[in-house]
T-cell receptor
Framework: DAGVIQSPRHEVTEMGQEVTLRCKPI?????LFWYRQTMMRGLELLIY????????DSGMPEDRFSAKMPNASFSTLKIQPSEPRDSAVYFC????????????FGPGTRLTVL | SQQGEEDPQALSIQEGENATMNCSYK?????LQWYRQNSGRGLVHLIL?????REKHSGRLRVTLDTSKKSSSLLITASRAADTASYFC???????????FGAGTTVTVRA
């Protein structure tokens, strides 16, 4: 298996623009997580899905953030409109059967909002 | 919010030496996990220890868990330059199975 795949790896955009990050989890994994990592706040859980259904989005910082998982092999995290403080590395991770199982992380998307 | 806190924040050792880092957490947990993150990469799972376990080994890694003190330690023996990375502990609280990651310990292994 190729592992968790994320695209793009780097994204540079201007304030106010819409940003869409993409993730393909490991096949057969029931759980998908979106994290954000910054120097100031560390690694934060934004939202997670179980069998394509959003379970907990309490970590989503604002209404500007939204996430979808239309099928078991694809998820998106959208920021609209983007702001400079959204600059961070965004990770997608998946796990087999439980949220507390070993999580497999993708390589991340480094987002820079100018 | 972060449940786990790693100590020290940074550690520099000579190749061949052992590296020890600690993690303290606040509430009862089901499991505690350790992850490694190389610069510019995603996190990689190293080891999981359950709340009813006290010690676990995996290769050159040794993890201990003391639930009475709400703390864990990760020992890397005979360190190598390739062990240079940040190490994070992650816990899932007993009534909330989401993982919460600490701020990490940055380990530098000098050749």
């Amino acid at each position: 298996d190729a592992g968790v795949i994320q695209s793009p790896r780097h994204e540079v955009t201007e304030m106010g623009q819409e940003v869409t990050l993409r993730c393909k989890p490991i096949s057969g994994h029931d759980y998908l997580f979106w994290y954000r990592q910054t120097m100031m706040r560390g690694l934060e859980l934004l939202i997670y899905f179980n069998n394509n259904v959003p379970i907990d989005d309490s970590g989503m910082p604002e209404d500007r953030f939204s996430a979808k998982m239309p099928n078991a092999s694809f998820s998106t995290l959208k920021i609209q409109p983007s702001e400079p403080r959204d600059s961070a590395v965004y990770f997608c991770a998946s796990s087999l059967q439980r949220t507390s199982d070993e999580q497999f992380f993708g390589p991340g998307t480094r987002l820079t909002v100018l | 919010s972060q449940q786990g806190e790693e100590d020290p924040q940074a550690l520099s050792i000579q190749e061949g030496e052992n590296a020890t880092m600690n993690c303290s957490y606040k509430t009862s947990i089901n499991n505690l996990q350790w992850y490694r993150q190389n610069s510019g990469r995603g996190l990689v799972h190293l080891i999981l220890i359950r709340s009813n376990e006290r010690e676990k080994h995996s290769g050159r890694l040794r993890v201990t868990l003391d639930t009475s003190k709400k703390s864990s330690s990760l020992l890397i023996t005979a360190s190598r330059a390739a062990d240079t990375a940040s190490y994070f502990c992650a816990t899932d609280e007993s009534n909330d199975y989401k993982l919460s990651f600490g701020a990490g310990t940055t380990v530098t292994v000098r050749a």
